[in-house]
């Protein structure tokens, strides 16, 4: 079965800095797509950036870019000059290509900005 | 605004009770994904429906259905109420549940009180 894991429930940093969230995840699937969602205060779920796996090239939006480690299977979310707009849960999921299209979530990472 | 609505946003009950969620999908979107929440964790798949049809099942317990119309509005039955079941309900959908592009798109939940 797969799995995602974020080792950060917390993480603060300063507003106009970089901060960097963690996510790593199993599976034994070759093609499969991987998510970073927001979750903001109101409790709408946002996607923020997805990567398919086949593709070398990391995905970038903007200020939000990630770092896709496919044989270490890891995923990491780096978002540039922090806003206080960025605070909210983070979460990292998966969604397999071949097998049903459910998502699976990791148990999120709460980020806070500090003015 | 995803396009995906939830009726209620809110909802409290007693234990023992049984209440309905409501979801309409985006315009055009043939999928329709239930997901559960509790107390700031990652979401839980419940279950999928594609055009009226049961795609996919995850962790949905037995006191819980759910099902989809042909307007393809889709509503998630829970019965037998416990205090556990206490959460936020996401729907989402998507255009064809499966695909490359296929993206979720998120509903703005429904939370559920059982007192």
């Known amino acids: 079965a797969q799995t995602v894991t974020q080792s950060q429930p917390e993480m603060s940093v300063q507003e106009a800095e970089t901060v960097t969230l963690s996510c790593t995840y199993d599976t034994s699937e070759s093609d499969y797509y991987l998510f970073w969602y927001k979750q903001p205060p109101s409790r709408q779920m946002i996607l923020v950036i997805r990567q398919e796996a086949y593709k070398q090239q990391n995905a970038t939006e903007n200020r939000f870019s990630v770092n896709f480690q496919k044989a270490a299977k890891s995923f990491s979310l780096k978002i540039s000059d922090s806003q206080l707009g960025d605070a909210a849960m983070y979460f990292c999921?998966?969604?397999?290509?071949?097998?049903?299209?459910?998502?699976?979530f990791g148990s999120g990472t709460r980020l806070s900005i500090r003015p | 605004d995803s396009g995906v609505t939830q009726t209620p946003k809110h909802l409290i009950t007693a234990t023992g009770q049984r209440v309905t969620l409501r979801c309409s999908p985006r315009s055009g979107d043939l999928s329709v994904y239930w997901y559960q929440q509790s107390l700031d964790q990652g979401l839980q798949f419940l279950i999928q429906y594609y055009n009226g049809e049961e795609r996919a099942k995850g962790n949905i317990l037995e006191r819980f259905s759910a099902q989809q119309f042909p307007d393809l509005h889709s509503e998630l039955n829970l019965s037998s109420l416990e205090l556990g079941d206490s959460a936020l309900y996401f729907c989402a959908s998507s255009p064809s549940g499966r695909g490359a592009t296929d993206t979720q798109y998120f509903g703005p939940g429904t939370r559920l009180t059982v007192l």
């Open positions: 999921a998966y969604r397999g290509y071949s097998s049903a299209s459910k998502i699976i």
